[in-house]
């Protein structure tokens, strides 16, 4: 192996971290700002209220996203 083949290997590993972690960045803004904000303001329930704010829709918000990390995480693979 010469320099140059491991100059490019390290290159390459760290584009793909960079790259990765870009993505996830991308792709956690955007679930955050379409899953929220939109949803809120126009969905209501049979009886003329609105969603549930309350913890449990809090928890099962959080849980949400993070189902979508780890099913990102193992796409990868």
Known sequence: ??????VNMVIRMV???VMRGGMNAGISAASKRF??????????????QGPSTG??????????????R????FGKF
Do not use: C, L, W, Y
């Open 1 to 6: 192996m010469n320099a140059n083949f491991i």
């Open 15 to 17: 584009m793909r971290k």
């Open 35 to 48: 899953g929220r904000g939109r949803a809120d303001n126009s969905a209501q329930d049979q009886d003329g």
């Open 55 to 68: 913890p449990d829709s809090k928890t099962s918000e959080k849980r949400a996203r993070q189902a979508m």
């Open 70 to 73: 780890v099913n990102r995480r």
